[in-house]
């Protein structure tokens, strides 16, 4: 069974294999509503807008709140700061990390029923496991971020988390942290391999943040494979990227 529904400000479908599977979906999808709520910075009445506000002190974040924060404190470290929450207004935003620690987390809620084929997609990050309905692997396309109507690569992940990070859909809103806010200009699509879906999204982000020096960054980061489009619509992958795009 596929369903596609608007939340968290984007798409999200989940499709899952076997029988019975009305009341899973449903399950999957109150959770991407319980994250909005907790997560969301467009939303006064959520968590961390409360926290930016000043309004909820530390003793009172919530426990998932507390994993996220640890999460992008731990790919901060491993990024060289590159990935920063901390806005140039001196907000705190976890939305570069959260997506993808929500698509693993839903993809959890599935595994533990008992269901080994589906996938899972939120505004483009991707995880996917087992066959879908064709019995066929599960494909990714990459989009030509100058023309999205065209996929200008598919790859089989095979249980692995894809995410992408770019402007092409949202426009600028990820920023060179040492450049004192600068935006970045001379990217305009990055999609990671990861072994699951929070590490592809986690470290798509930081990598993007580092210009066209990411797609080296992802080379040398051991399990990570990716895909740089830049400005000028040159295509650079890493080594092991065209290994993914077999069938």
């Given at each position: 069974?596929r369903d596609t529904r608007i939340l968290m400000g984007m798409p999200i479908t989940v499709d899952i294999g076997?029988?019975?599977?009305?009341?899973?979906?449903?399950?999957?999808?109150?959770?991407?509503?319980?994250?909005?709520?907790?997560?969301?910075?467009?939303?006064?009445?959520?968590?961390?807008?409360?926290?930016?506000?000043?309004?909820?002190?530390?003793?009172?974040?919530?426990?998932?709140?507390?994993?996220?924060?640890?999460?992008?404190?731990?790919?901060?470290?491993?990024?060289?700061?590159?990935?920063?929450?901390?806005?140039?207004?001196?907000?705190?935003?976890?939305?570069?990390?959260?997506?993808?620690?929500?698509?693993?987390?839903?993809?959890?809620?599935?595994?533990?029923?008992?269901?080994?084929?589906?996938?899972?997609?939120?505004?483009?990050?991707?995880?996917?496991?087992?066959?879908?309905?064709?019995?066929?692997?599960?494909?990714?396309?990459?989009?030509?971020?100058?023309?999205?109507?065209?996929?200008?690569?598919?790859?089989?992940?095979?249980?692995?988390?894809?995410?992408?990070?770019?402007?092409?859909?949202?426009?600028?809103?990820?920023?060179?942290?040492?450049?004192?806010?600068?935006?970045?200009?001379?990217?305009?699509?990055?999609?990671?391999?990861?072994?699951?879906?929070?590490?592809?999204?986690?470290?798509?982000?930081?990598?993007?943040?580092?210009?066209?020096?990411?797609?080296?960054?992802?080379?040398?980061?051991?399990?990570?494979?990716?895909?740089?489009?830049?400005?000028?619509?040159?295509?650079?992958?890493?080594?092991?990227?065209?290994?993914?795009?077999?069938?």
């Amino acid at each position: 069974m596929r369903d596609t529904r608007i939340l968290m400000g984007m798409p999200i479908t989940v499709d899952i294999g076997g029988t019975s599977t009305d009341d899973l979906i449903d399950t999957v999808f109150s959770y991407f509503e319980h994250i909005d709520r907790r997560f969301s910075t467009y939303r006064a009445d959520s968590e961390i807008a409360a926290i930016n506000r000043g309004d909820v002190p530390v003793v009172d974040w919530s426990g998932e709140m507390m994993e996220v924060f640890a999460l992008a404190q731990q790919t901060k470290d491993q990024t060289d700061g590159y990935f920063d929450i901390r806005k140039p207004d001196g907000s705190l935003d976890p939305s570069g990390i959260v997506k993808g620690w929500a698509i693993r987390n839903a993809a959890g809620i599935v595994q533990r029923a008992g269901i080994s084929d589906f996938f899972i997609e939120a505004g483009g990050d991707i995880q996917s496991c087992g066959k879908n309905a064709s019995g066929h692997d599960w494909s990714v396309g990459i989009r030509n971020p100058f023309n999205t109507d065209e996929i200008v690569k598919i790859v089989y992940p095979r249980g692995r988390g894809v995410a992408t990070s770019g402007t092409y859909v949202r426009g600028q809103h990820i920023y060179n942290p040492h450049g004192i806010g600068h935006p970045i200009q001379d990217v305009v699509s990055l999609t990671v391999i990861g072994a699951d879906v929070l590490e592809a999204d986690r470290f798509a982000t930081a990598a993007f943040a580092m210009g066209r020096d990411g797609i080296l960054f992802i080379e040398q980061t051991l399990g990570l494979e990716g895909y740089l489009v830049d400005a000028n619509g040159r295509a650079t992958p890493t080594t092991g990227f065209g290994a993914l795009c077999l069938p």
